[in-house]
């Protein structure tokens, strides 16, 4: 049997080159070693108010965007995490077992509590839902951004504890992170991570941007006052133009280094906006094909819950047998 892969992306805006690098990509070249189960984590994305009358036609877009990434829907299972309950039943269990300081503690927390006049107790137990998706399917392996390796520790310390205090339960998942492109940064603002939920025009190139879009957002990326690219002194900026394009192209760090020594950087964003572009046309041209198909997405995204549902249930059963709660299923 192989071992199980679980990854997920909440529904919450525009999925953008950083996601894709960070996660997606890496999900297709692994998905065939593995039995792999790729999850839009829409109870996540709630953690902060959305757009409701918009999220559920983005649930659909982000699945559209995973298939036209090319996840394949014959091996891999695509799901959305509020179609399967265990997710939230389990969720609830390990919040039993998990101490506020943990949570409190989490940078994501603290960088996103920021951001909200109020916030929600769901925000806080983010992780724990986390972690709940990840152990429902005794996943091995978890392939992310860097930016959700800190939530992957914590994942192992709840697992450990619990199996400490109930008896051997959970399979202890393992952080996957890609060589290149494991944290992108904003394209205004290059000391912050790129993100969905980040506001501005320049922040972020999204996977449906039109290319014009896309070109001009990285010819306006900030990066410094040095006139062109010295590998001595890389600015934040200049570094995170030459990780986009190292990461789209799979070029070696010579490869990079003799290619871009010097260059002047208006001519180092040209060739960035090339690399991307070249990669975004073809995936947004599968995006319309698969998009264009009607009830294809949501036929997907049905077997996907389908198939993974009896696994999750199975592990729902079996902390609630550790626990001593009630069930009828044996
Ligand atoms: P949000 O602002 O709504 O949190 P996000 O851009 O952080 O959006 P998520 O849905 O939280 O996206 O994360 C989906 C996946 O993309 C995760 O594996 C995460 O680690 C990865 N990821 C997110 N941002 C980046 C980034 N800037 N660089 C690389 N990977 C990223
Ligand atoms: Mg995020």
Not at 221 to 243: C, I, M, R, W
Not at 277 to 302: C, D, M, N, W
Not at 320 to 327: A, E, I, P, Q, V
Request: hydrophobic content about 40%.
């Amino acid at each position: 049997m192989k071992a199980r892969v679980f990854s997920g992306v909440q529904p919450s805006g525009n999925l953008h080159i950083g996601n894709y690098l960070g996660a997606l990509g890496n999900w297709v070249k692994i998905q065939h070693d593995y039995e792999s189960i790729f999850c839009i984590v829409d109870m996540h994305a709630v953690t902060i108010y959305q757009p409701h009358e918009e999220l559920r036609a983005k649930i659909e877009e982000t699945a559209a965007l995973f298939l036209a990434a090319g996840i394949d829907p014959k091996h891999s299972s695509i799901m959305v995490q509020s179609a399967v309950p265990a997710h939230a039943e389990l969720a609830w269990m390990l919040t039993c077992v998990t101490p506020v300081g943990w949570l409190e503690r989490m940078t994501q927390y603290k960088s996103k509590a920021e951001t909200q006049q109020t916030v929600s107790d769901g925000l806080l137990q983010y992780p724990v839902l986390m972690a709940a998706d990840i152990l429902l399917y005794q996943a091995a392996i978890v392939p992310v951004g860097e930016d959700q390796a800190q939530h992957l520790e914590l994942t192992r310390d709840i697992a450990q504890r619990f199996n400490s205090l109930y008896g051997e339960t959970f399979v202890m998942p393992q952080t996957s992170l890609p060589a290149v492109g494991a944290r992108i940064m904003g394209l205004d603002d290059p000391t912050a991570k790129m993100s969905k939920s980040a506001a501005g025009a320049g922040h972020a190139v999204a996977l449906l941007d039109p290319p014009d879009r896309a070109r001009k957002t990285i010819m306006r990326a900030t990066t410094d006052s040095s006139p062109a690219v010295d590998f001595a002194k890389l600015g934040p900026g200049v570094e995170n133009l030459l990780n986009i394009f190292q990461a789209f192209g799979a070029w070696s760090d010579e490869k990079m280094r003799s290619h871009f020594s010097g260059m002047r950087y208006g001519d180092l964003k040209k060739q960035v906006a090339d690399m991307v572009i070249s990669h975004l046309e073809p995936f947004q041209k599968r995006y319309r094909e698969i998009t264009s198909e009607s009830g294809y997405v949501a036929s997907v995204l049905r077997q996907g819950a389908e198939r993974v549902a009896p696994i999750a249930n199975s592990t729902v059963d079996l902390v609630k047998r550790r626990m001593g709660l009630y069930t009828e299923r044996a």
